[in-house]
């Protein structure tokens, strides 16, 4: 059973950085596409960006081409996602999750990007 622990959120003026992480642990992590997904009440969860196993493919929301980076290193079976010139909209609860992802989400970290 894979488990996921997300963290790194906060609260950030628009325009600023964060970094969020995804600690994965019960499974063969280098063998898992990844994905950040996020979510804000009332709607429905949707996928920000995807890795393939190797970091040779990603892909991002269209909204946030440019701004956002993700990133895996297999050795410490985490994925991040950099996330720069953030704006209000970009406020969310942000999880990560396999490609396809799995029925049990992590807890989420919130991103709060203030105006």
């Known amino acids: 059973q894979v488990q996921l622990v997300e963290s790194g959120g906060g609260l950030v003026q628009a325009g600023e950085s964060l970094n969020v992480s995804c600690a994965a642990s019960?499974?063969?992590?280098?063998?898992?596409?990844m994905a950040w997904f996020r979510q804000t009440p009332g709607k429905e969860r949707e996928l920000v960006a995807a890795i393939s196993r190797d970091s040779g493919f990603t892909h991002y929301l269209d909204s946030v081409k440019g701004r956002f980076t993700i990133s895996r290193d297999n050795t410490k079976n985490t994925v991040y996602l950099q996330m720069n010139s953030l704006k209000p909209e970009d406020t969310a609860v942000y999880y990560c999750n396999t490609v396809p992802p799995r029925e049990t989400w992590g807890q989420g970290t919130q991103v709060t990007v203030s105006s």
């Open positions: 019960g499974g063969t992590f280098s063998t898992y596409a």
